[in-house]
C-alpha cells in the first residue's frame, strides 16, 4: 500500500524569504500524481500544485514550485518570498494512476510566516 | 458553481445519537470522498463512491454508511455515535481524469460528548 511522509510537523520562515517543504512517498508504481493542498486557519482545503509522475519537469505556479525527485520518491515544496498569508497547514497527497481512485495524505507541515 | 457544499458546519452530538453529514456538489463530478481529520494525523478516507449506485470503503469506514442515489449528492450516515467520532469532516469530489485534484467542501466539526 502506497504511502506518505511529512516529516517536518512545523516549519517557519521569514517574511520575503524561501522556505522548502519535505514530502516522501512510498509506491511499487510507476505512475501516479502528486499534489501539495493548503489548509488556512479558515479550514478550506486549497490546491497548491500538482505534478505528473512521468512528467521529469518539476511544476511552478507562481510562487510555488516543486522539486520532484523520481527515483528517491520525493516531492518537496518550495515557496518563495512568502507571504503572511501563506501560513497554513500544507499536505502532500498521492493519487494512483491503477484505477483505485483513492488520494493518500501525509500528516501535515505547518507553516509559520514571521513578520 | 458552488462547488462542493457541506452541511451542517459544526453540530454536537451525544453518544448514542445518530446524524446524517449532507455533501452536493454541482460540478458533475464522478468521483465523491469523505475524509476526516484529526489533528496531526492528516486525512483518513472513510469511504468513497466512483459514480451513482457505487460505494466503497475506505481506510477508516467502521461506524458509518454512505449512500450515493445521484451523482450530485454523497451523505455521510454516523450511527450510535461514540467520542472516537469527534473530528473535523471533508466531503470532497473529482473528475474521473487521472490527474484531477480533489475539490473540497468547506469541513464540518463534529464534537461527540
Known amino acids: 500500500a502506497q504511502t506518505v511522509t511529512q516529516s517536518q510537523p512545523e516549519m517557519s520562515v521569514q517574511e520575503a524569504e524561501t522556505v522548502t517543504l519535505s514530502c516522501t512517498y512510498d509506491?511499487?508504481?510507476?505512475?501516479?500524481?502528486l499534489f501539495w493542498y493548503k489548509q488556512p486557519p479558515s479550514r478550506q482545503m486549497i490546491l497548491v500544485i500538482r505534478q505528473e509522475a512521468y512528467k521529469q519537469q518539476n511544476a511552478t505556479e507562481n510562487r510555488f514550485s516543486v522539486n520532484f525527485q523520481k527515483a528517491a520518491k520525493s516531492f518537496s515544496l518550495k515557496i518563495s518570498d512568502s507571504q503572511l498569508g501563506d501560513a497554513a497547514m500544507y499536505f502532500c497527497?498521492?493519487?494512483?494512476?491503477?484505477?483505485?481512485?483513492?488520494?493518500?495524505f501525509g500528516t501535515g507541515t505547518r507553516l509559520k510566516v514571521l513578520a | 458553481n458552488a462547488g462542493v457544499t457541506q452541511t451542517p458546519k459544526f453540530r454536537i452530538l451525544k453518544i448514542g445519537q445518530s446524524m446524517t453529514l449532507q455533501c452536493t456538489q454541482d460540478?458533475?463530478?464522478?468521483?465523491m470522498y469523505w475524509y476526516r481529520q484529526d489533528p496531526g494525523m492528516g486525512l483518513k478516507l472513510i469511504y468513497y463512491s466512483v459514480g451513482a449506485g457505487i460505494t466503497d470503503k475506505g481506510e477508516v469506514p467502521n461506524g458509518y454508511n454512505v449512500s450515493r442515489s445521484t451523482t450530485e449528492d454523497f451523505p455521510l450516515r454516523l450511527e450510535l455515535a461514540a467520542p472516537s467520532q469527534t473530528s473535523v469532516y471533508f466531503c470532497?469530489?473529482?473528475?474521473?481524469?487521472?490527474?484531477?485534484?480533489?475539490?473540497f467542501g468547506n469541513g464540518t466539526r463534529l464534537t461527540v460528548t
Open positions: 509506491t511499487s508504481e510507476s505512475d501516479y500524481y
Open positions: 470532497a469530489s473529482s473528475y474521473m481524469e487521472r490527474n484531477s485534484p480533489l475539490h
Open positions: 497527497a498521492y493519487r494512483s494512476d491503477s484505477g483505485t481512485y483513492k488520494y493518500i
Open positions: 460540478m458533475n463530478h464522478n468521483y
